[in-house]
């Protein structure tokens, strides 16, 4: 499974940004979701995705950030509102699944609020 992210920028405080990540292979992905990685600092979920469509966000970004999925694509989606300077970090997609369940992840695209 390979995972391409696209979608990172520079935007200025309170503005948006969309994420996406599509995943190729042909396991079914259950989680799909997206950490995200500030200098000096561990990676934190931002939010993850089931392929029912439960949803969990990271206490940082509910109320302003929005986790979709299109399944039939295995493409995940990270709408991005009222982008605040602590959100610059770079965003790494990931998804898991298989026979033998597993983690796999995208390269990371930065993302960089202005203030």
């Known amino acids: 499974v390979q995972l391409q992210a696209s979608g990172g920028g520079l935007v200025q405080a309170g503005g948006s940004l969309r994420l996406s990540c599509a995943a190729s292979g042909s396991i079914f992905l259950n989680d799909m979701g997206w950490y995200r990685q500030a200098p000096g600092k561990q990676r934190e979920l931002v939010a993850r995705?089931?392929?029912?469509?439960?949803?969990i966000y990271g206490d940082a970004v509910k109320g302003r950030f929005t986790i979709s999925r299109e399944n039939a694509e295995n493409t995940v989606y990270l709408q991005m509102n009222s982008l605040k300077p602590e959100d610059t970090a770079v965003y790494y997609c990931?998804?898991?699944?298989?026979?033998?369940?597993?983690?796999?992840w995208g390269r990371g695209t930065q993302v960089t609020v202005s203030s």
């Open positions: 990931y998804a898991a699944g298989g026979l033998v369940p597993r983690k796999y």
């Open positions: 995705v089931t392929s029912g469509g439960s949803t």
